[in-house]
């Protein structure tokens, strides 16, 4: 498996650290209630197969982290699901061991080196490597990095109730020990943009503050989308939500939102979750968009 992708913006790198690749993944079940036939017979040539099967019933999503190197600064986004986790009622995350942190090392970054980790969300496969267990507790993988997310959704989770199955667990070992720690900014996107060259950009609806993250360097730009969109199918039908996406309209208008600023600014569109080289470009065609894998 190539696990490291490595891209130019401006003056920064930005390198790929694969955590999972899940290979098949029911359209039905990530997609459910759609007129799927877009990826059966009225397939974009741009969704090639390491998107899907060819009869259209299996996707393939990757769960990765991005590594940002601006020369001042090493920055992670997004942690994946982490080792060791017990997401009992998640089975594709419960107790993972994967060699993440060896991949890292790959990628030449020890997890001392990291300043910032920038968190698009606080669900499941975006906090996991947050923690490391000790021994006897969850403690700050990263032990010099600031932590970095939403204030509004950072408090909306820790009230129970409102955690989705399948990241249920996910705030008590992956969040809470950041904050208790000391190491976490918990920010107002709308008003504080603490890391430079980086701009945060409110995209609520696949959670309920969800964040997607700009990069500008060198008149050049980046997106981190997070989960606006899980698969190149989206790029296609943007009024498609996921199966995890928790207020639907919302996510629908920040899915738009998120592929127009990709397109108006030439940006590169770090995906979360698309497999291949999880990065493109969106360009816009025949009054919608298409994906150009980078
Ligand atoms: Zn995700």
């Known amino acids: 498996m190539d696990t490291i992708q490595r891209y130019r913006i401006g003056n920064a790198t930005v390198t790929r650290v694969t955590e999972l690749i899940l290979p098949e993944v029911p359209s039905d079940f990530l997609f459910p209630d759609r007129d799927r036939t877009i990826l059966t017979h009225d397939r974009p040539h741009w969704i090639g197969s390491e998107n899907t099967s060819a009869d259209g019933k299996n996707l393939a999503l990757s769960v990765h982290s991005w590594i940002v190197q601006t020369g001042r600064h090493t920055i992670l986004i997004d942690t994946g699901a982490g080792n060791g986790k017990s997401r009992p009622l998640n089975p594709l995350f419960h107790r993972l061991d994967t060699p993440y942190l060896e991949r890292l090392a790959a990628a030449g970054v020890k997890p001392a080196d990291v300043d910032f980790v920038l968190i698009t969300h606080l669900h499941v496969d975006h906090v996991g490597w947050n923690t490391v267990h000790d021994g006897s507790r969850w403690v700050p993988t990263f032990p010099n990095a600031r932590y970095v997310f939403s204030d509004a959704e950072y408090r909306f989770y820790a009230d129970e109730r409102h955690v989705q199955t399948p990241s249920a667990g996910v705030f008590a070992d992956s969040v809470q020990p950041v904050v208790d720690a000391g190491q976490a900014l918990l920010i107002d996107a709308e008003n504080q943009q603490p890391v430079d060259g980086f701009t945060f950009h409110k995209t609520r609806g696949h959670s ?53 600023f990709a397109a108006d600014n030439r940006a590169t569109f770090f995906s979360s979750h698309f497999p291949g080289t999880s990065a493109g470009v969106v360009e816009r065609h025949d009054g919608g968009f298409v994906w150009i894998p980078r």
């Not at 039908?237 to 207020?247: I, K, L, M, R, T």
Request: net charge negative; glycine share 12%; charged share 15%.
């Open 208 to 260: 309920f503050d969800h964040l997607s993250i700009g990069l500008v360097s060198g008149g050049e730009h980046g997106l981190f989308s997070g989960d606006v969109m899980h698969h190149p199918v989206q790029v296609a039908q943007p009024g498609w939500n996921s199966v995890f996406c928790e207020f639907q309209d919302d996510a629908r208008r920040s899915r738009l939102w998120a592929l127009n």
